[in-house]
Protein backbone atom coordinates (compact mmCIF):
# COMPACT_ATOMS: atom_id res chain seq x y z
CA UNK A 1 0.00 0.00 0.00
CA UNK A 2 2.62 2.29 0.95
CA UNK A 3 4.49 1.61 -2.21
CA UNK A 4 1.45 2.65 -4.44
CA UNK A 5 0.66 6.16 -2.66
CA UNK A 6 4.28 7.15 -3.25
CA UNK A 7 4.38 6.06 -6.87
CA UNK A 8 0.53 8.07 -7.04
CA UNK A 9 2.38 11.14 -5.03
CA UNK A 10 5.08 10.99 -7.46
CA UNK A 11 3.36 10.39 -10.47
CA UNK A 12 -0.16 11.15 -10.67
CA UNK A 13 -1.98 13.93 -12.64
CA UNK A 14 -4.77 15.85 -12.60
CA UNK A 15 -5.11 15.14 -16.24
CA UNK A 16 -5.43 11.57 -15.49
CA UNK A 17 -7.90 12.01 -13.26
CA UNK A 18 -10.47 13.92 -15.68
CA UNK A 19 -9.88 11.29 -18.13
CA UNK A 20 -11.37 8.68 -15.73
CA UNK A 21 -14.11 11.20 -15.07
CA UNK A 22 -14.54 11.85 -19.14
CA UNK A 23 -14.47 8.10 -19.45
CA UNK A 24 -16.99 7.49 -16.96
CA UNK A 25 -19.18 10.50 -18.57
CA UNK A 26 -19.06 9.45 -22.53
CA UNK A 27 -18.26 5.43 -22.16
CA UNK A 28 -16.20 5.74 -24.92
CA UNK A 29 -12.49 6.30 -25.10
CA UNK A 30 -12.57 8.55 -28.47
CA UNK A 31 -15.52 10.88 -26.64
CA UNK A 32 -13.40 11.12 -23.64
CA UNK A 33 -10.29 11.73 -25.41
CA UNK A 34 -11.92 14.53 -27.29
CA UNK A 35 -13.75 16.39 -24.30
CA UNK A 36 -10.27 16.79 -23.15
CA UNK A 37 -8.87 18.02 -26.67
CA UNK A 38 -6.81 14.57 -26.57
CA UNK A 39 -5.84 12.55 -29.58
CA UNK A 40 -7.24 8.87 -28.48
CA UNK A 41 -3.51 7.25 -28.47
CA UNK A 42 -2.39 9.75 -25.78
CA UNK A 43 -5.99 8.89 -23.83
CA UNK A 44 -5.09 5.28 -24.28
CA UNK A 45 -1.56 5.68 -22.85
CA UNK A 46 -2.66 7.72 -20.09
CA UNK A 47 -5.02 5.43 -18.96
CA UNK A 48 -2.49 2.75 -19.30
CA UNK A 49 0.13 4.67 -16.81
CA UNK A 50 -3.15 4.99 -13.90
CA UNK A 51 -3.61 1.62 -14.25
CA UNK A 52 -0.11 0.74 -13.95
CA UNK A 53 0.39 2.45 -11.01
CA UNK A 54 -3.19 0.95 -9.50
CA UNK A 55 -1.59 -2.18 -10.85
CA UNK A 56 -5.24 -3.03 -11.88
CA UNK A 57 -7.74 -2.59 -14.48
CA UNK A 58 -9.86 0.23 -14.29
CA UNK A 59 -12.58 -0.65 -17.34
CA UNK A 60 -13.74 -2.95 -19.26
CA UNK A 61 -15.69 -3.12 -22.57
CA UNK A 62 -19.78 -3.76 -22.60
CA UNK A 63 -22.28 -3.11 -24.95
CA UNK A 64 -22.84 0.40 -23.54
CA UNK A 65 -19.27 1.20 -24.20
CA UNK A 66 -16.65 1.53 -21.96
CA UNK A 67 -17.21 1.09 -18.15
CA UNK A 68 -15.46 1.07 -14.90
CA UNK A 69 -15.05 -2.20 -13.03
CA UNK A 70 -15.22 -2.14 -9.34
CA UNK A 71 -11.66 -0.70 -9.19
CA UNK A 72 -12.87 1.90 -11.59
CA UNK A 73 -15.90 3.01 -10.01
CA UNK A 74 -13.55 3.37 -6.69
CA UNK A 75 -11.04 5.29 -8.18
CA UNK A 76 -13.67 7.35 -10.09
CA UNK A 77 -15.47 8.68 -7.18
CA UNK A 78 -11.99 9.90 -5.33
CA UNK A 79 -11.41 11.76 -8.70
CA UNK A 80 -14.95 13.46 -8.90
CA UNK A 81 -14.08 14.22 -4.89
CA UNK A 82 -10.59 15.69 -5.73
CA UNK A 83 -12.38 17.41 -8.62
CA UNK A 84 -14.99 19.12 -6.49
CA UNK A 85 -12.49 19.84 -4.01
CA UNK A 86 -10.02 21.38 -6.45
CA UNK A 87 -12.51 23.56 -7.84
CA UNK A 88 -13.85 24.87 -4.52
CA UNK A 89 -9.66 25.83 -3.64
CA UNK A 90 -10.05 27.70 -6.88
CA UNK A 91 -13.07 29.63 -6.28
CA UNK A 92 -12.22 30.15 -2.49
CA UNK A 93 -8.50 31.46 -3.83
CA UNK A 94 -10.55 33.55 -6.26
CA UNK A 95 -12.82 34.91 -3.71
CA UNK A 96 -9.99 35.87 -0.87
CA UNK A 97 -8.13 37.61 -4.19
CA UNK A 98 -11.17 39.70 -4.50
CA UNK A 99 -12.64 40.71 -0.43
CA UNK A 100 -15.74 39.05 -1.38
CA UNK A 101 -15.52 35.47 0.00
CA UNK A 102 -13.21 32.66 1.79
CA UNK A 103 -13.22 31.54 5.03
CA UNK A 104 -12.58 33.64 8.32
CA UNK A 105 -12.50 31.95 11.74
CA UNK A 106 -12.27 34.44 14.34
CA UNK A 107 -11.48 33.24 17.91
CA UNK A 108 -13.44 35.59 20.88
CA UNK A 109 -13.67 35.80 24.46
CA UNK A 110 -17.47 35.01 25.78
CA UNK A 111 -18.52 38.94 26.89
CA UNK A 112 -17.24 40.19 23.36
CA UNK A 113 -19.77 37.77 21.70
CA UNK A 114 -23.05 39.87 22.23
CA UNK A 115 -21.84 43.13 21.80
CA UNK A 116 -19.19 42.93 19.56
CA UNK A 117 -18.84 40.25 17.71
CA UNK A 118 -22.34 39.43 16.49
CA UNK A 119 -23.37 42.38 15.29
CA UNK A 120 -20.22 42.76 13.37
CA UNK A 121 -20.09 38.78 11.80
CA UNK A 122 -24.34 40.06 11.24
CA UNK A 123 -22.96 42.69 8.65
CA UNK A 124 -20.50 41.01 7.10
CA UNK A 125 -22.69 38.30 6.12
CA UNK A 126 -24.83 40.63 4.73
CA UNK A 127 -21.65 42.12 2.31
CA UNK A 128 -20.22 38.83 1.85
CA UNK A 129 -22.82 35.89 1.25
CA UNK A 130 -19.75 33.84 -0.05
CA UNK A 131 -17.58 34.02 2.35
CA UNK A 132 -17.56 31.24 5.58
CA UNK A 133 -17.15 32.16 9.27
CA UNK A 134 -16.51 30.39 12.02
CA UNK A 135 -16.76 31.62 15.77
CA UNK A 136 -14.26 30.12 18.05
CA UNK A 137 -15.23 30.98 21.67
CA UNK A 138 -12.39 29.88 24.32
CA UNK A 139 -10.03 31.45 26.72
CA UNK A 140 -7.18 34.09 25.84
CA UNK A 141 -4.66 31.35 26.57
CA UNK A 142 -5.97 28.92 24.32
CA UNK A 143 -7.14 31.27 21.31
CA UNK A 144 -3.55 32.63 21.37
CA UNK A 145 -2.08 29.29 20.75
CA UNK A 146 -4.97 29.28 18.13
CA UNK A 147 -3.44 31.75 16.73
CA UNK A 148 0.11 30.54 17.17
CA UNK A 149 -0.80 27.80 14.78
CA UNK A 150 -2.91 29.64 12.48
CA UNK A 151 -5.89 28.06 13.55
CA UNK A 152 -7.48 31.20 13.64
CA UNK A 153 -7.29 34.26 11.97
CA UNK A 154 -7.35 36.97 14.57
CA UNK A 155 -8.63 37.06 18.53
CA UNK A 156 -10.65 39.08 20.12
CA UNK A 157 -9.32 38.62 24.18
CA UNK A 158 -6.08 39.79 25.83
CA UNK A 159 -2.32 39.13 25.00
CA UNK A 160 -1.60 39.93 28.43
CA UNK A 161 -1.81 36.45 29.17
CA UNK A 162 1.24 35.11 27.13
CA UNK A 163 4.21 34.39 27.96
CA UNK A 164 5.43 36.36 25.16
CA UNK A 165 2.59 39.22 24.57
CA UNK A 166 5.41 41.62 22.70
CA UNK A 167 4.76 38.61 19.40
CA UNK A 168 1.56 40.20 19.23
CA UNK A 169 0.12 43.04 17.82
CA UNK A 170 -2.87 44.26 20.58
CA UNK A 171 -5.47 47.03 19.90
CA UNK A 172 -7.38 47.64 23.26
CA UNK A 173 -11.19 47.62 22.56
CA UNK A 174 -13.43 47.65 25.62
CA UNK A 175 -13.53 46.75 29.23
CA UNK A 176 -15.66 43.48 30.07
CA UNK A 177 -17.77 44.28 33.41
CA UNK A 178 -19.14 41.13 35.16
CA UNK A 179 -22.55 40.88 36.59
CA UNK A 180 -24.24 38.90 39.57
CA UNK A 181 -27.20 36.74 38.09
CA UNK A 182 -29.82 34.88 39.54
CA UNK A 183 -32.48 33.11 38.38
CA UNK A 184 -36.27 34.91 37.42
CA UNK A 185 -37.77 33.34 40.21
CA UNK A 186 -34.86 34.67 43.14
CA UNK A 187 -36.25 36.54 46.38
CA UNK A 188 -34.09 39.39 45.51
CA UNK A 189 -34.27 42.91 47.16
CA UNK A 190 -35.47 45.00 44.31
CA UNK A 191 -34.90 48.63 44.23
CA UNK A 192 -31.75 48.71 46.82
CA UNK A 193 -28.11 47.22 46.23
CA UNK A 194 -27.41 44.00 47.59
CA UNK A 195 -24.09 42.69 49.42
CA UNK A 196 -22.01 39.82 48.45
CA UNK A 197 -22.93 38.87 52.12
CA UNK A 198 -26.83 38.33 51.71
CA UNK A 199 -25.75 35.98 49.13
CA UNK A 200 -24.30 33.41 52.18
CA UNK A 201 -25.61 30.14 52.19
CA UNK A 202 -26.47 30.40 48.25
CA UNK A 203 -25.40 27.76 46.09
CA UNK A 204 -22.99 28.93 42.97
CA UNK A 205 -22.27 28.16 39.80
CA UNK A 206 -18.54 29.01 39.28
CA UNK A 207 -15.63 29.00 36.77
CA UNK A 208 -12.98 26.40 36.03
CA UNK A 209 -9.94 27.73 37.97
CA UNK A 210 -7.97 27.97 34.87
CA UNK A 211 -10.81 30.55 33.63
CA UNK A 212 -9.90 34.28 34.50
CA UNK A 213 -13.19 35.03 35.54
CA UNK A 214 -12.60 32.27 38.46
CA UNK A 215 -9.77 33.92 40.12
CA UNK A 216 -12.20 37.55 39.81
CA UNK A 217 -14.85 35.93 41.45
CA UNK A 218 -12.59 34.64 44.68
CA UNK A 219 -10.87 38.00 44.89
CA UNK A 220 -14.42 39.48 44.84
CA UNK A 221 -15.67 37.37 47.65
CA UNK A 222 -12.06 38.23 49.48
CA UNK A 223 -13.00 41.77 48.77
CA UNK A 224 -16.10 41.73 51.17
CA UNK A 225 -14.61 39.02 53.39
CA UNK A 226 -15.99 36.13 52.55
CA UNK A 227 -14.72 32.77 50.87
CA UNK A 228 -15.06 31.28 47.98
CA UNK A 229 -18.22 28.85 47.99
CA UNK A 230 -18.15 25.31 48.91
CA UNK A 231 -19.32 22.56 46.45
CA UNK A 232 -20.33 24.80 43.66
CA UNK A 233 -21.14 23.62 40.49
CA UNK A 234 -18.01 24.42 38.02
CA UNK A 235 -18.90 25.09 34.32
CA UNK A 236 -17.20 26.70 31.15
CA UNK A 237 -21.04 26.93 29.57
CA UNK A 238 -23.33 30.34 29.69
CA UNK A 239 -26.01 28.24 28.51
CA UNK A 240 -25.26 25.59 31.18
CA UNK A 241 -25.22 28.66 33.94
CA UNK A 242 -28.91 29.99 32.66
CA UNK A 243 -30.04 26.30 32.72
CA UNK A 244 -29.19 25.36 36.14
CA UNK A 245 -30.01 29.51 37.38
CA UNK A 246 -33.80 28.42 35.92
CA UNK A 247 -33.88 25.34 37.75
CA UNK A 248 -33.13 26.56 41.20
CA UNK A 249 -33.98 29.99 43.30
CA UNK A 250 -31.47 29.34 45.45
CA UNK A 251 -28.43 29.14 42.69
CA UNK A 252 -26.22 32.37 42.33
CA UNK A 253 -23.31 33.28 39.47
CA UNK A 254 -21.30 35.12 37.66
CA UNK A 255 -21.62 36.44 33.75
CA UNK A 256 -19.82 39.20 31.57
CA UNK A 257 -21.96 41.66 32.18
CA UNK A 258 -22.84 41.52 28.30
CA UNK A 259 -24.01 37.95 28.37
CA UNK A 260 -26.06 39.19 31.00
CA UNK A 261 -27.93 41.67 29.37
CA UNK A 262 -28.44 38.95 26.89
CA UNK A 263 -30.25 36.92 28.65
CA UNK A 264 -31.74 39.05 31.10
CA UNK A 265 -33.56 41.20 28.13
CA UNK A 266 -35.21 37.72 27.33
CA UNK A 267 -36.38 37.13 30.79
CA UNK A 268 -34.34 34.03 31.86
CA UNK A 269 -32.26 35.44 34.88
CA UNK A 270 -31.78 38.69 36.60
CA UNK A 271 -28.80 40.89 37.30
CA UNK A 272 -28.53 41.54 41.35
CA UNK A 273 -27.73 45.37 42.09
CA UNK A 274 -24.47 44.26 43.14
CA UNK A 275 -21.45 46.72 42.51
CA UNK A 276 -18.30 45.02 42.03
CA UNK A 277 -15.15 46.22 43.89
CA UNK A 278 -12.82 45.13 41.40
CA UNK A 279 -11.44 46.92 38.22
CA UNK A 280 -12.98 45.46 35.03
CA UNK A 281 -10.61 43.54 32.37
CA UNK A 282 -9.91 45.73 28.80
CA UNK A 283 -10.23 42.80 26.19
CA UNK A 284 -8.49 44.13 22.25
CA UNK A 285 -7.84 43.01 18.87
CA UNK A 286 -4.50 40.82 19.01
CA UNK A 287 -2.94 39.50 15.53
CA UNK A 288 0.33 38.19 14.93
CA UNK A 289 3.38 40.15 14.37
CA UNK A 290 4.64 39.23 10.70
CA UNK A 291 1.29 37.76 9.61
CA UNK A 292 -0.30 38.98 6.48
CA UNK A 293 -4.53 39.27 7.50
CA UNK A 294 -6.75 38.46 4.48
CA UNK A 295 -8.88 40.93 3.07
CA UNK A 296 -11.68 39.20 5.09
CA UNK A 297 -9.93 39.75 8.35
CA UNK A 298 -8.83 43.00 7.65
CA UNK A 299 -12.11 44.44 6.82
CA UNK A 300 -13.55 42.62 10.26
CA UNK A 301 -10.91 44.20 11.90
CA UNK A 302 -11.50 47.44 10.67
CA UNK A 303 -14.73 46.76 11.73
CA UNK A 304 -14.04 46.29 14.99
CA UNK A 305 -11.69 49.36 15.13
CA UNK A 306 -14.85 51.61 13.69
CA UNK A 307 -18.31 49.58 15.86
CA UNK A 308 -16.13 47.69 18.33
CA UNK A 309 -17.40 49.08 21.45
CA UNK A 310 -20.54 47.07 22.80
CA UNK A 311 -23.69 48.09 22.06
Given at each position: MKNTLDVLMSRLRMKQLHLLIALDDHKSLHKASSAMAMTQSAASKALAELESMLEAPLFERAKSGVIPNPFGRAVVRYARLLAADLSALCQEVAQIRAGTGGR?????????????????????????????????????????????????????????????????????????????????????????????????????????????????????????????????????????????????????????ASVAKLFERYGMLRILPIRMKSKSQTYGIVTRKGGALSPAARQFVQMLREKGRPH
Amino acid sequence: MKNTLDVLMSRLRMKQLHLLIALDDHKSLHKASSAMAMTQSAASKALAELESMLEAPLFERAKSGVIPNPFGRAVVRYARLLAADLSALCQEVAQIRAGTGGRLTVGTIMGAVPGVVAPIVGEMHAKHPDLAIEIVEDTSARMLGMLDDGHVDLVIGRASVSDQPTKYHYQPLADEPLAIVVGQDHPRAAGREVGLAELAGHRWVTYPSYLPMSALLERELDLAGLPMPANPISTASPLVTVTLLQQSADMVAILPASVAKLFERYGMLRILPIRMKSKSQTYGIVTRKGGALSPAARQFVQMLREKGRPH
